[in-house]
């Protein structure tokens, strides 16, 4: 069973960036796709960042392109976001999440897509 722990979250003023990482553990067979999700109270979790572990690719959501961004020094172990200029809009609840699907035919930044979770951190941009 694969386990994510997300650390990072806190409450910075907008123009500010932050760091999240994800801890992963355990086994539960190999993690061709991660990536970071968001959720606000009352909306549905939507993707942020995905990575394919085996390439390197990644896909972002307009929203933060050109701001977020997975950065090429992840471990096997541990997957990062960089978010700069953050706006106050990318306040949510951010989690990460990972799929031992080797395809997949949807989108890549579907919640859908991805079984495994972690419990989330808490982001809070301030104007």
């Known amino acids: 069973q694969v386990q994510l722990v997300e650390s990072g979250g806190g409450s910075v003023q907008a123009g500010g960036s932050l760091r999240l990482s994800c801890l992963v553990s355990g086994n539960g067979g190999r993690r061709y796709f991660m990536g970071w999700f968001r959720q606000t109270p009352g909306n549905e979790r939507e993707g942020v960042a995905t990575i394919a572990t085996s390439t390197s690719q990644t896909w972002y959501a307009d929203s933060v392109k050109g701001r977020f961004t997975i950065p090429p020094d992840n471990t096997k172990n541990v997957l990062y976001l960089q978010m700069n200029n953050l706006k106050p809009e990318d306040t949510a609840m951010y989690y990460c999440?990972?799929?031992?699907?080797?395809?997949?035919?949807?989108?890549?930044?579907?919640?859908?897509?991805?079984?495994?979770w972690g419990q989330g951190t808490q982001v809070t941009v301030s104007s």
């Open positions: 999440a990972a799929t031992t699907t080797s395809f997949i035919m949807g989108s890549v930044l579907s919640p859908r897509e991805f079984e495994t």
